[in-house]
């Protein structure tokens, strides 16, 4: 049974910085994609990140780019986003999502692709 366990969030100040944990369970995660996703209230889940199952290719949403960096640990089944510069926009709550990759480079931007899915951790930026 997959299981991903997000962790990390909380209330931060705007300017502010974060780090969310994803650990994977059930799955061999090095054969796994895996993606950042964000769902504020009464707007549809969007793309925050994605990371290759190696790691070698990241992609990150341009609402994030420069503030927000994925990674993962595969010796840890965790991957992990590091958010700076957190502003109130960034208010959501935060989801990480793996998916089985056939090749090395390949990255999944879209909800649709994603099989598994975690509970999602509450991440509030004051102003």
């Known amino acids: 049974q997959v299981q991903l366990v997000e962790s990390g969030g909380g209330l931060v100040q705007a300017g502010g910085s974060l780090r969310l944990s994803c650990a994977a369970s059930g799955l061999t995660f090095n054969n796994y994609a895996m993606g950042w996703f964000r769902q504020a209230p009464g707007k549809e889940r969007e793309f925050v990140a994605a990371?290759?199952?190696?790691?070698?290719?990241?992609n990150h949403a341009a609402s994030v780019k420069g503030r927000f960096t994925i990674s993962r640990d595969n010796a840890k089944n965790t991957v992990f986003l590091q958010m700076n510069s957190l502003k109130p926009e960034d208010t959501a709550v935060y989801y990480c999502?793996?998916?089985?990759?056939?090749?090395?480079?390949?990255?999944?931007?879209?909800?649709?692709?994603?099989?598994?899915w975690g509970q999602g951790t509450q991440v509030t930026v004051s102003s």
């Open positions: 990371i290759s199952r190696s790691g070698g290719i990241i």
């Open positions: 999502a793996a998916e089985h990759a056939s090749f090395g480079w390949s990255v999944y931007k879209t909800a649709g692709e994603y099989d598994y």
